[in-house]
């Protein structure tokens, strides 16, 4: 389990660091706000977000937005001293999972988060023929047992793909959910899905004329 801990108080942070270590979760831990939105992008996707609210620099709403443009599912928790109700809705509404107020017990955070987790876990790993499965818990792709590597829009080209197996998805829905916030024109999905073809030892994606893409059952 992986653990994306972003907290400036230095004694809250070394107490949720032993305490993710007790749980053996590996714990990337950053301290500024800016450090930490730089390591979001770089896409190192983790199992779980523990966002502090009030960061140097960047604060913990705007890493929540960023961890969305990414990740619509993972389990975000926003940990904070504000009492203030506005916090409240901000964090609700840019996706975090779970709000937790300063001062609070470990214990609490631990049955938050494997409430969080036990969720998250359910039906994570689609699996087709040839030896090939989708974990749409830590978006990998995986043949014969091989990570497959993926940039960033491929990940997602996918995750939707696998989200949704049983039906065509149109070409509006990728991208809205590949490009959103961004000028797709420079990048066309079916160069897209060019792209990730001549990654795939087998063909799964369906080119579905005029509508969009689904998983091709009878791919060989």
């Not at 929540?64 to 389990?75: A, G, S, T």
């Not at 420079?186 to 060019?194: A, C, E, G, H, T």
């Amino acid at each position: 389990m992986k653990v994306f801990l972003a907290e400036d108080n230095f004694a809250l942070s070394k107490a949720l660091i032993t305490f993710f270590k007790l749980k053996s979760y590996d714990v990337y831990h950053y301290a500024d706000g800016e450090d930490a939105f730089d390591n979001i992008n770089l896409q190192n996707i983790k199992d779980v977000y523990v966002i502090d609210i009030n960061l140097p620099n960047i604060n913990g709403l705007e890493l929540v937005k960023q961890i969305r443009n990414i990740d619509k599912d993972v389990p975000v928790i926003m940990i904070t001293a504000s009492v203030d109700i506005s916090d409240f809705e901000d964090a609700y509404d840019f996706g975090c999972s779970d709000y937790i107020k300063k001062p609070f017990n470990l214990k609490e955070l631990d049955i938050r988060l494997n409430k969080l987790l036990q969720h998250s876990t359910k039906d994570k790993t689609v699996y087709l023929k040839n030896g090939i499965k989708f974990d749409l818990d830590l978006h990998l792709l995986y043949i014969d047992e091989k990570v497959v590597e993926l940039r960033k829009k491929e990940i997602r080209f996918l995750t939707l793909l696998f989200k949704n197996c049983s039906r065509k998805i149109l070409t509006q829905e990728f991208e809205m959910y590949i490009w959103e916030g961004e000028i797709k024109d420079s990048y066309p999905l079916r160069q897209l899905v060019n792209g990730l073809r001549r990654k795939l030892k087998y063909d799964f994606i369906k080119t579905e004329i005029g509508l969009g893409y689904s998983i091709d059952e009878n791919y060989k």
